[in-house]
Structure formats: C-alpha cells, structure tokens
Nanobody
Framework: QVQLVESGGGLVQAGGSLRLSCAAS????????MGWFRQAPGKEREFVAV????????DYSDSVKGRFTISRDNGKNTVYLQMNSLKPEDTAVYYC?????????????????????WGQGTQVTVSS
C-alpha cells in the first residue's frame, strides 16, 4: 500500500490561491489514479478531483471545476492540487487518496470506497 503525506494547506483570503502537494512512498504510485477529497466541519467527506494513472484524464466536482487543477508528477511520486479563486466554502481538511486498484480507467463517478490509501489531511481555511 502506498503511504501519502499532504502539505501546502494554510490560511488564505477569499480570491487567493493555494497549492497542495501529496507525496507518495512505498507503493506503485505511477500505476494508480490519485484523488483529492475534502471534509468541512460538520459535513461528510466529498470528492474534489481525480487524475488517472496515466495522467490522461482528470475529473472535478462541479463546485471546483474551473478553479482547481489536479496534476501529477510520476517522477517525483507527487500529486498536486492547484486551487485558485478560493471561496470561504472551500474551507475544509483536504485529503489525497490512491486508487485501490492498479491501472483502473476513467470512472463516471469516484467514491471514497474506490480509494485504498489516504493521507492524514491538510487544513485549508479561506477567510472572507
């Protein structure tokens, strides 16, 4: 199983930007899709974005489409989430996750249960 460590969270004003990173070790990073989820206080964890194992496909939730960009660097075993035009409602703990299956293709939807490895999360707070 791959181990994941997120970084890059923090406090930012509305309209600002942050870049989250997720470093992977101990597994087959380049062979699995990687996703980002988030959990706001009092809410369930929700899907944010995913990038396929071959980096040829990306998908986003409607709430972040056009503002967030997911990317990966297989040479560095790292996945990124560039977040622009941040809103107070983006405030949450952000988690990266690795697909539990190798070489899985694009899916119509991605659920928490699709992912077998999770990071510890990084807090993002957007002030108004």
């Amino acid at each position: 199983q791959v181990q994941l460590v997120e970084s890059g969270g923090g406090l930012v004003q509305a309209g600002g930007s942050l870049r989250l990173s997720c470093a992977a070790s101990g597994g087959t990073f380049s062979s699995v899709a990687m996703g980002w989820f988030r959990q706001a206080p009092g809410k369930e964890r929700e899907f944010v974005a995913v990038t396929g194992w071959n980096d040829l496909s990306t998908d986003y939730s409607d709430s972040v489409k056009g503002r967030f960009t997911i990317s990966r660097d297989n040479g560095k075993n790292t996945v990124y989430l560039q977040m622009n035009s941040l809103k107070p409602e983006d405030t949450a703990v952000y988690y990266c996750a690795a697909d539990r299956f190798l070489y899985r293709g694009r899916r119509p939807t991605w659920e928490e249960t699709d992912f077998g490895s999770w990071g510890q999360g990084t807090q993002v707070t957007v002030s108004s």
